[in-house]
């Protein structure tokens, strides 16, 4: 795709501006860092043009004050005071369960993890956002505590004109094909491979 151009034009009916403006399903999985940090990057974009974004943060602890969160927060605050960007909700989607989950059975977090989903579900037949970062949101599909043909089939189906945006490891297949831009994180090299552990300003 040198310079933005596409390298094939499908001949679906549409215009270029049609085609261009079509919502798309935009999948960060892999092995490396960043997943998360391609997706709030493409949320600023967002929230600069105005729209309505919707962060839905899964298997990360309720504890853990990530920088996103409160920077996203603050243009939420801006947009309320001066009308700047767009609005900002930012949801931790289930209590007790995070990678340690420690707190509660397997059930209490499936069921929460389902719970998460089904608000989605909800916001998005409601046409309430036009970004929705969907973080480590692939981990509850991994463990099956989300059903992946139901997730497929409500993306597919989703009216008006919303962007979606999963991250996480593991993938599933079917959300990859669904997709419309997968990207993986590979691992070239990474500072723990010497010893070094995660620091302020880089990981939270």
């Known amino acids: 795709m040198p310079q933005g151009v596409p390298t094939t034009v499908p001949a679906d009916g549409l215009t270029t501006r049609q085609r261009r403006n079509r919502p798309l399903v935009i999948v960060h999985t892999g092995e ?17 043009q105005g729209w309505s974004i919707g962060v839905f943060q899964f298997v990360k602890s309720a504890k853990w004050k990530v920088g996103e969160e409160e920077a996203f927060r603050a243009l939420g605050r801006l947009h309320e005071q001066t009308g700047e960007g767009g609005p900002v909700e930012w949801h931790k989607m289930g209590v007790g369960w995070s990678w340690t989950r420690k707190a509660g059975s397997e059930e209490d977090h499936a069921a929460d993890a389902a719970e998460g ?88």
């Open 32 to 48: 490396m860092k960043g997943k998360s940090t391609a997706a709030f990057g493409l949320a600023l974009r967002g929230w600069n």
């Open 117 to 204: 989903w089904a608000e989605i579900r909800r916001r998005i037949a409601a046409e309430t956002h036009t970004l929705y970062v969907l973080d480590e949101f692939t981990y509850p599909m991994h463990w099956g505590w989300v059903d992946v043909d139901d997730v497929v089939e409500t993306l597919a189906n989703r009216p008006g004109h919303q962007h979606v945006v999963i991250t996480g490891r593991y993938a599933p297949p079917a959300l990859l094909e669904a997709a419309d831009l997968v990207t993986e994180m590979t691992k070239i090299k990474h500072p723990m491979d010497a010893g070094q552990k995660g620091q302020r300003g880089i990981e939270w």
